[in-house]
């Protein structure tokens, strides 16, 4: 495959106004998608597109829609919607492609770009390197005709269609009346349509991260802050608290008593529900590397399989088209069910563990803790040049960490795709050792790095 010199592991990403975040790629990416997804026959063709609520993300929809109009595709705005929900409307509207403006959980100075083909899923790597290709021409190349130029129209009920269909994905038997709901929403897209598909399925809704200026979103508030939403649930006295992304396409929840739930225990809930109900397809559970060894030894327990895939929810969403599954995701909360939906859903996923805890007695804290997480360990290497992966002592610290592990948990070391990090993690049932060989292997790579 050849290297891509734009796209990463979740499209386009990267700090605003600097390079690849800046107007001019934008407009090219615009032009580039914009003629490979436009086919040979006269008809229209329709590209939607939404965004968070970060400054930068007028500048980069004003450049996409000027490239997308300048080779003749019309262009449907939407505003702040969540990723999903424009994964969503990309189909109900019959577009043949849509984009997300967003850095899903990044601070507000970073922006991205990510693609869904017109099935709603995102666009393959072969798919991304054609754009690329195209990327490269000269902008007077493929300008459509003064005629033939796009048109262009703002959307203004997107928002209230998915939350409808989020809505419907709640079981009709039960109602969320007498449940007190704390939603936080990163300041981000869901800042609208989560608590009013909260409120109208009958929650008490108590609201934060609800007040986008521009900068705040993430900003102490939201899936990577949950401490706003801990409190929150302890000051109202909630029954449960949800916590989304600046793009909505992860959560973490907490319970009563303000303990975090994660993506994996997320998972097993769901997983254990469906399996319950004969819902859940493909015979268990996809999820990364960087899922717990607990989710596998719980799901093995209930004769179900976890199938493992590279980090990103792309490589998830594959493998579960592949196997016939119908629930995966990450441990930091990306969930996708995809009976619903074509790619990660932090509403949708906060319905289905809803929708049992409302089915049962029990308070959401004997809900929380599905499985004995195996000791785990993270740390993040923040690094400005150099390949520190490719060092030789890297990789004899790796190598003498698999030894002492010696079969009883595992490791793995990997470059971000997202942002300049080595992303360290160890995992085994002996706590103290795995917190050594995880500081081993960071040692190591700060030695090899040159520092940020």
Not at 109 to 117: A, R
Not at 328 to 342: K, M
Not at 417 to 427: D, F, H, K, S
Request: glycine share 10%; hydrophobic share 45%.
């Amino acid at each position: 495959m050849s290297k891509r010199a734009y796209f990463g592991t979740d499209g386009i990403r990267g700090q605003a106004n600097r390079f690849p975040m800046t107007a001019e790629v934008a407009l090219r990416v615009g032009m580039a998608a914009g003629k490979l997804f436009m086919s040979k026959d006269d008809r229209r063709h329709l590209v939607v597109i939404g965004k968070d609520t970060r400054l930068s993300g007028y500048m980069i929809e004003a450049a996409l829609v000027a490239g997308f109009a300048s080779v003749g595709m019309d262009v449907r705005l939407f505003g702040p919607l969540p990723t999903p929900g424009v994964a969503m409307m990309t189909r109900s509207l019959r577009a043949d492609l849509g984009v997300m403006i967003s850095a899903s959980h990044n601070a507000f100075s970073d922006n991205g770009i990510k693609l869904f083909g017109a099935d709603g899923f995102k666009l393959s790597d072969e798919q991304e390197i054609e754009i690329e290709a195209l990327m490269e021409q000269g902008l007077q190349e493929n300008l459509a005709a003064p005629t033939a130029l796009g048109r262009v129209q703002r959307i203004d009920d997107c928002q209230a269609r998915y939350v409808e269909i989020a809505k419907a994905t709640f079981p009709r038997r039960l109602s969320l009346s007498g449940m007190r709901i704390v939603i936080d929403c990163a300041n981000g897209a869901s800042y609208k349509v989560a608590p009013e598909a909260l409120y109208e399925l009958g929650a008490e809704v108590i609201r934060i991260g609800v007040a986008p200026d521009g900068f705040n979103i993430n900003d102490e508030v939201g899936s990577t802050a949950p401490a706003a939403m801990q409190k929150a649930v302890k000051d109202y006295r909630a029954d449960i608290g949800i916590a989304l992304d600046g793009d909505a396409d992860r959560l973490v929840i907490c319970d009563e008593k303000g303990q975090v739930v994660d993506g994996d225990q997320i998972m097993a809930l769901i997983a254990a529900d469906w399996a319950k109900r004969g819902k859940l397809r493909g015979g268990g559970v996809v999820a990364t590397v960087m899922s717990n060894l607990g989710l596998e030894r719980f799901l093995k327990e209930r004769k179900l399989n976890l199938e493992r895939t590279p980090v990103g929810d792309r490589s998830v969403m594959m493998r579960m088209r592949e196997g016939g599954f119908n629930l995966g995701g990450e441990q930091s909360g990306h969930i996708i069910l995809s009976d619903f939906s074509t790619t990660g859903d932090g509403l949708l996923a906060a319905l289905q563990v809803l929708a049992v805890l409302k089915e049962g007695d029990a308070p959401m804290s004997a809900l929380a803790r599905q499985f004995e997480p195996v000791p785990q360990k993270l740390e993040n290497v923040r690094f400005a040049g150099g390949k520190p992966l490719e060092s030789d002592e890297v990789k004899a610290a790796m190598a003498s960490a698999e030894q002492r592990l010696n079969g009883s948990g595992r490791i793995l070391v990997r470059a971000s795709g997202t942002e300049p990090l080595i992303r360290i993690m160890a995992e085994g049932d002996d706590e103290k050792l795995v917190s050594q060989v995880v500081k081993d292997i960071a040692g190591a790579v700060k030695k090899a790095a040159v520092p940020a």
